[in-house]
C-alpha cells in the first residue's frame, strides 16, 4: 500500500524538492503545510504514515507540533529537518518522538534512505503488534499495550543512544528494532533463551535486508559507542557516562582494552557483546520505569 507523507517546513523551495524526490522515486503520496500551527490541523485529520517536519516552524517548533500530535497521531512515523547542529535540541527532538534527523542541505540520497527505513521500521512494528496478537491468543487476555509507556521507553532508549555519541550512526535504528523483537518476545514468553542469529533472519525477511549486513550494521555501532565511552575515560576517568555505561552494557575487561588501544598501548581492540549491550538497554528502560 502507498505510503501517505505529509511535508511541514515554511521554506517553500525545501517543500519542492522534498515533494519532487517523494515522488520521483514513487515514494507515496504528499500533502504540504508552512505553519506549525495550521499544520497540527492538517496532519490531526489526515493522519499520514510519515511526516517530515521543520524544526524552526512559525506558530510552534517542530518539538512542540509533534509533542501535540503524539496522542492523537499514534500511529504517525517522524522525521525532522532543521540547519540546527545542537546536540542537545537534537536529543530533544528524538525524545519528542521522532525516528530520525535528516540535515540541512538535503541530500537526495539520505532522504530516500530514510524514508525506506521508517517504512521498514513501520513494516517491523506491524510485524511485532502481530506475534503479540498471535501469542495472546494462548497466554489469556491481557491488557492492551499502553502508547505513553511505548513513547518512555522510546526515550529513554534514544537518550541512551545519544549519551553513547551513536545517534547519528546507521546501526541504531537496527538496535531499536532488535530491542523491541526482544522485549516482546519477552513480554508474551517470559525471560526465556534466544539466539540472535534469529533474530537478525527475522529482522532481514522484515526489512528485506541480508541478516549478515543488519548484523554488521549493530555490531559497527556498538563498537562505535564502545570507542566513545574509551575516549571519554582517556579524558575523565571519573565521566558520569562512562561510570553509567562502561559496565552495564559493556564487559569492562574489553572496554579496558579499548582504552589501551585508544592510549596506544594495545594494537587490539575492545570486543563487543551484543546480548549484553541490548540486554542492558532493556535492564535500564525497565528501571527507569519502575
Do not use: W
Request: glycine share 6%; with cysteine.
Amino acid at each position: 500500500m502507498q505510503l501517505r507523507l505529509a511535508i511541514v517546513d515554511d521554506d517553500i523551495s525545501i517543500r519542492k524538492m522534498l515533494r519532487r524526490i517523494i515522488e520521483e522515486a514513487r515514494l507515496g503520496s504528499v500533502t504540504e503545510c508552512s505553519d506549525g500551527i495550521m499544520a497540527e490541523e492538517i496532519l490531526r485529520e489526515s493522519r499520514p504514515d510519515i511526516a517530515l517536519i521543520d524544526l524552526l516552524l512559525p506558530g510552534q517548533d517542530g518539538v512542540e507540533l509533534i509533542q501535540r500530535l503524539a496522542a492523537g497521531c499514534p500511529d504517525t512515523s517522524y522525521i525532522m529537518i532543521s540547519q540546527v547542529n545542537s546536540e542537545p535540541m537534537i536529543t530533544r527532538a528524538y525524545e519528542s518522538g521522532i525516528e530520525f534527523f535528516i540535515h540541512k542541505p538535503i541530500n537526495v540520497l539520505e532522504v530516500r534512505s530514510v524514508i525506506n527505513r521508517v517504512r521498514e521500521s513501520r513494516n517491523l512494528r506491524q510485524f511485532i503488534s502481530y506475534v503479540r496478537q498471535t501469542a495472546s491468543q494462548f497466554d489469556g487476555p491481557s491488557a492492551p499495550a499502553k502508547t505513553a509507556g511505548d513513547s518512555q521507553k522510546k526515550s529513554i532508549i534514544y537518550r541512551i543512544f545519544s549519551d553513547l555519541g551513536i545517534i547519528g550512526e546507521a546501526g541504531i535504528n537496527d538496535i531499536y528494532l532488535l530491542i523491541e523483537l526482544i522485549s516482546a518476545k519477552q513480554q508474551n514468553q517470559g525471560k526465556m533463551s534466544y539466539q540472535l542469529n534469529e533474530l537478525y533472519e527475522q529482522l532481514s525477511q522484515k526489512l528485506g535486508q541480508d541478516a549478515k549486513t543488519i548484523e554488521q550494521r549493530i555490531r559497527r555501532t556498538i563498537a562505535k559507542a564502545m570507542q566513545n565511552l574509551a575516549n571519554l575515560a582517556t579524558e575523565d576517568y571519573y565521566n558520569e557516562v562512562f561510570q553509567d555505561y562502561n559496565s552495564s552494557l559493556f564487559d569492562f575487561k574489553e572496554v579496558r582494552q579499548e582504552i589501551n588501544y585508544v592510549n596506544g598501548k594495545s594494537h587490539y581492540r575492545g570486543k563487543i557483546n551484543v546480548k549484553k549491550f541490548v540486554e542492558g538497554i532493556l535492564f535500564s528502560v525497565e528501571n527507569a520505569e519502575a
